[in-house]
């Protein structure tokens, strides 16, 4: 049974960046062990002993990282504005590859724009969330049957998704990180034009 601690989350879970999981358990492949849930990129400041929030997240992660191996492969999230690439890429550090899989879904892109940008040696596909969910803006993506995944467990959905996710390959206008900061437009109130 793969534990957090034999890959490369060990680090992340040490700096408490692994926060509310719904999936933090070996999945069904053997030497894997998946996260869903909300990675800490920027912590509030600490007075005492009490815990607050941390200030910026990156939240809806997915993410696969296997046993013995210093990077994480896939990882899927979503960015309440652009910008927040930078210190999401600076939190992460080591654990990015070069051939991993980023998938962030921003929500202050413009929504018929897709691209790539490089930081911290990996390239990331920064994609437009239009009022979904990033599992669900993911499985479009990555043209898998929602139908199909309905009768698995957590675990064996975030497997399926990984896998097809390691496979991805598409090419999209690369920019640079100031390109994107200059693209990008206000973010928008995720909580806006919601019934009460």
């Known amino acids: ?38 990675i800490a990129i920027k912590f509030a400041p600490q007075v005492a002993d009490e815990a607050r929030p941390p200030e910026i997240t ?12 210093s990077g994480i492969p896939f990882i899927a999230a979503y ?14 550090g080591d654990t990015l590859l070069a051939d991993g899989k980023y998938f962030l879904f921003c929500n202050n892109i ?15 596909y ?10 669900n803006e993911l499985l479009e993506l990555l043209r898998l049957e ?4 309905k009768k698995l467990d957590t675990a064996s959905k975030l497997d399926t998704v990984a896998d097809k996710a390691l496979k991805f390959s598409a090419s999209y206008p690369v920019i640079s990180y ?18 009460v």
Do not use: C, W
């Open 126 to 135: 920064i994609l437009p969330l239009d009022e979904s969910t990033v599992y």
């Open 110 to 124: 413009d929504l018929l724009k897709k691209y790539q940008v490089s930081m911290g040696g990996a390239t990331f």
């Open 146 to 149: 929602k139908n199909d995944l």
């Open 1 to 38: 049974m793969t534990t957090l601690a034999q890959t490369a989350f060990a680090r992340l879970e040490a700096e408490k960046r692994l926060q509310n999981p719904v999936v933090k358990e070996a999945t069904k492949k053997p030497g894997r062990f998946g996260f869903r849930g909300e």
């Open 178 to 195: 100031e390109e994107g900061l200059k693209l990008m437009g206000p973010v928008r109130n995720p909580n806006e034009n919601r019934p």
């Open 79 to 92: 960015l309440l504005s652009f910008e927040y690439l930078k210190p999401l890429a600076d939190a992460l």
């Open 58 to 69: 990156a939240d809806q992660v997915m993410a696969v990282a296997h046993a013995g191996e």
